[in-house]
């Protein structure tokens, strides 16, 4: 059209068009102009255009996205067990709120803790996206809490799982000998993503309120299911620790401190894990994660999504979410948003 028009605008005597022999000139002219023009381009496009450094510089970058690992969000979440009797604040009150929280930020994968059977199927009623992995702590079938993985149905599939008891005995279910006051477990999987990024393990877990010695035994366990795992994928490890920053627990799993109680060569954790709150908010005070329904954030962090040092964290952030004053769960979820490094040879 703007061709048209500028031709249209370059005639200053419309009686010459109609001779036959100026339109047979006029034609050629145009003929050999066009000609020019379209060498012309086409010398710029194939010395500047398609090599020039902006256009590697698109195209490099462009390579990069491609083989970029997508975004995972992660999020644990302590629901408070469902039989508790907490008044105005009991489960029929809260599940719809739950259920919010995971509309609300549609966690790929989420470690829950103190979870009861019907509250694992209000969840996923409310929510039926998705999935789950995990059995009851006190017959590794349904009876008693879960430290339950839930799982977006669409996004990942599970390999692999399982469970296993925190104690001397992993295998039997419902077993306690460390001295903790509940029986304590931990669930895994290995999710596979249907986007194309990489393969990774979830161990969720739930450690003792009382017991120090339980924690610290069922830290080495931890780190030694970790280290046994069969395939290197990256690890991310979600729960309820009942421990602040600077238990033994927590900087064992950070590398910080060694076991003086573990052997077989983990009295150093061979698989150290960050904080990832921490890798962004390093100097937060007000991070307390346990608030009994009152919504106070003075108290220590209890609640952890650990990862890898060398997985990198977009997004970190204590969730506290509520409505006139009252709260999903005694305890504030955590979320965090990841990405994996790219796997050698993709």
């Not at 599940?95 to 694992?120: N, T, W, Y």
């Not at 608030?291 to 506290?320: C, M």
Request: positive net charge; aromatic residues 10%; hydrophobic residues 35%.
């Amino acid at each position: 059209m703007r061709r048209r028009e500028s031709t249209k605008c370059q005639i200053s005597n419309p009686r010459q068009i109609q001779s036959p022999q100026f339109k047979t000139v006029h034609a050629r002219e145009r003929q050999r102009l066009g000609f020019w023009i379209c060498a012309l381009f086409g010398i710029w496009f194939l010395g500047f255009g398609a090599s020039s450094p902006a256009a590697e510089i698109r195209a490099s970058a462009a390579d990069a996205q491609s083989k970029a690992e997508p975004n995972l969000v992660v999020m644990t979440f302590n629901i408070r067990y469902g039989t508790a009797n907490d008044g105005e604040n009991n489960w029929a009150n809260r599940k719809e709120m739950v259920c919010d929280v995971l509309r609300g930020h549609s966690p790929d994968v989420m470690g829950i803790q103190e979870a009861l059977r019907f509250q694992i199927d209000d969840i996923r009623a409310g929510v039926p996206e998705y999935a789950e992995i995990g059995c009851g702590r006190d017959d590794g079938q349904t009876k008693g809490e879960y430290s339950a993985i839930l799982y977006r149905k669409d996004r990942l599939d599970v390999t692999d799982c399982g469970t296993f008891w925190l104690s001397d005995t992993p295998e039997a279910p419902g077993s306690i000998t460390w001295g903790n006051a509940c029986t304590r477990l931990c669930t895994w999987g290995r999710f596979a993503r249907k986007d194309g990024g990489r393969s990774f393990y979830l161990f969720n877990t739930h450690l003792d309120h009382v017991s120090q010695f339980s924690r610290d035994k069922s830290a080495v366990l931890l780190a030694q299911r970790i280290r046994d795992r069969q395939h290197p994928d990256p690890v991310l490890v979600t729960g309820d620790f009942n421990t602040g920053e600077n238990n033994p627990v927590v900087r064992y799993l950070k590398g910080e401190q060694e076991s003086a109680i573990a052997g077989n060569g983990l009295s150093k954790n061979p698989t150290v894990l960050v904080d990832t709150f921490r890798v962004l908010h390093r100097d937060a005070k007000q991070v307390g994660t346990f608030h009994s329904f009152k919504g106070d954030v003075s108290r220590e962090k209890i609640d952890y999504i650990f990862t890898q040092p060398d997985t990198e964290v977009l997004r970190a952030e204590i969730l506290r979410d509520g409505k006139d004053n009252r709260y999903p769960s005694d305890h504030y979820p955590v979320i965090a948003v990841l990405r994996f490094p790219t796997q050698s040879g993709k």
